[in-house]
């Protein structure tokens, strides 16, 4: 396990069973996706600009749903007792008898093609997550392409959050997310700005599963 201190990330392993259950159910729609034309993207933000919002597809994971969201609240609880957000945010506008009780929003897969990518973004909730399920590339043969050296200034492929320090200022914590990732799980605040960056020079897919967490409405009751 590792945290990331400069902006509140908490990054863990899937442990093997519910990495492979995930990867079984993903099997079972990729080959659809793979069938689909090259041009059509299932980044959501993409196919807004491509379809007409009421055919907007959001991927769900019925199957294996409980055994992320079980790893997903281990680390949340991990996350607290490093850093402390929740109780820094909530703590001056109620009162907790018991620990908080969370509930889902929805979970959702991303699903990419070389040279899509997904802009500067938070979540809604109080916390999200991403899972690294298929990186179909090593990070240095993308920082070793053209596109790389001409456009992106070895960003190319890179997960990035972007947060203020404490001068005010802004400042980029770059992940290297290739294929030594695939079974990695993040954490972190819903409100902390993120992007990824498009790969290229391979046909494959770029799969990852996001997803975010709020408070439950029975925190008030």
């Not at 993903?26 to 993207?41: D, G, H, V, Y």
């Not at 040279?115 to 899972?131: K, T």
């Amino acid at each position: 396990m590792n945290f990331i201190e400069e902006c509140n990330v908490v990054i863990d392993h899937l442990d093997a069973f519910s990495f492979k259950m995930i990867q079984n159910e993903i099997r079972e729609f990729q080959n659809l996706l793979l069938s689909t034309e090259s041009t059509q993207s299932h980044d959501q933000v993409y196919a807004l600009a491509q379809r007409n919002i009421e055919e907007l597809q959001y991927f769900q994971l019925p199957k294996t749903k409980v055994l992320i969201q079980n790893k997903v609240l281990e680390l949340i609880q991990i996350h607290e007792r490093k850093f402390q957000c929740f109780n820094r945010i909530f703590n001056h506008m109620v009162s907790f008898a018991n620990a908080p009780i969370y509930e889902f929003e929805r979970i959702w897969v991303n699903v990419q093609r070389q040279g899509e990518f997904i802009p500067l973004h938070q979540h809604s909730g109080v916390y999200s997550f991403v899972i690294w399920l298929q990186i179909p590339y090593i990070i240095n043969e993308q920082h070793n392409n053209d596109f790389n050296r001409i456009l992106h200034k070895d960003r190319t492929s890179m997960f990035e959050f972007v947060h203020i320090d404490s001068f005010g200022k802004l400042q980029n914590t770059r992940l290297p997310v290739d294929k030594t990732w695939e079974g990695k799980i993040a954490v972190f605040p819903a409100e902390l700005h993120h992007q990824v960056y498009p790969f290229y020079n391979t046909d494959d897919l770029r799969i990852s599963i996001s997803g975010n967490v709020r408070l439950s409405p029975k925190n008030f009751i």
